[in-house]
């Protein structure tokens, strides 16, 4: 079975400032996606970012970046020029391959890192 | 267009009752999901479907059933309600070959 685990129980980071999530993770498969979801206070889950573990880039949307390093298997997150906004839960999530296997497309989460942001 | 939609939004129960969680989709997804997150935790998987007629156990699915008679509908029933089921709920669909799923408001249930 798969596992994510997030060391950070929570961070904080100035506004304006750069702060990285980490998140580890355990799998067998070689397809794979991964996910960071955001969770405010109104407990929606908003997706950030996902990777696809077979492309090699990291993907990048607007202030939100991953690194991800499949030989590793870590996936952190990196958030850029902070906003307060930004403050939230977020969680890292790991879904199997689309076609074939029997993931189904379940998600297996991590427990979850608290973000605070200072003005 | 209105998504994942889960009704209650809250709810309180008191041990022993029952009670059922609405969760409705009109993307005409065929898969679909419940969730549960316990207070600081993840969210982990209770039951999914693949399509209507199609249910199976996720990773914590004692003290639930689900059914899906139709795409649309998904519903959870908490059957004898224990304090351990205190929890929000999340719904989640996702269209077949799609990578994003998409999660309701969630339903914050508390058993006393």
């Known amino acids: 079975a798969q596992t994510v685990t997030q060391s950070q129980p929570e961070m904080s980071v100035q506004e304006a400032e750069t702060v990285t999530l980490s998140c580890t993770y355990d799998?067998?498969?070689?397809?794979?996606?991964l996910f960071w979801y955001k969770q405010p206070p109104s407990r929606q889950m908003i997706l950030v970012i996902r990777q696809e573990a077979y492309k090699q880039q990291n993907a990048t949307e607007n202030r939100f970046s991953v690194n991800f390093q499949k030989a590793a298997k870590s996936f952190s997150l990196k958030i850029s020029d902070s906003q307060l906004g930004d403050a939230a839960m977020y969680f890292c999530?790991?879904?199997?391959?689309?076609?074939?296997?029997?993931?189904?497309?379940?998600?297996?989460f991590g427990q979850g890192t608290i973000l605070t942001v200072h003005p | 267009n209105a998504g994942v939609t889960q009704t209650p939004k809250f709810r309180i129960l008191k041990i022993g009752q029952s009670m059922t969680l609405q969760c409705t989709q009109d993307?005409?997804?065929?898969?679909m999901y419940w969730y549960r997150q316990d207070p600081g935790m993840g969210l982990k998987l209770i039951y999914y479907?693949?399509?209507?007629?199609?249910?199976d156990k996720g990773e914590v699915p004692n003290g639930y059933n689900v059914s899906r008679s139709t795409t649309e509908d998904f519903p959870l029933r908490l059957e004898l309600a224990a304090p351990s089921q205190t929890s929000v709920y999340f719904c989640a669909s996702r269209e077949t070959t799609a990578t994003e799923a998409f999660f309701g408001q969630g339903t914050r249930l508390t058993v006393v």
């Open positions: 479907s693949v399509g209507a007629g199609i249910t």
């Open positions: 999530a790991y879904r199997g391959p689309i076609a074939g296997g029997t993931s189904y497309g379940k998600l297996t």
């Open positions: 799998t067998s498969e070689s397809d794979y996606y």
């Open positions: 993307m005409n997804h065929n898969y």
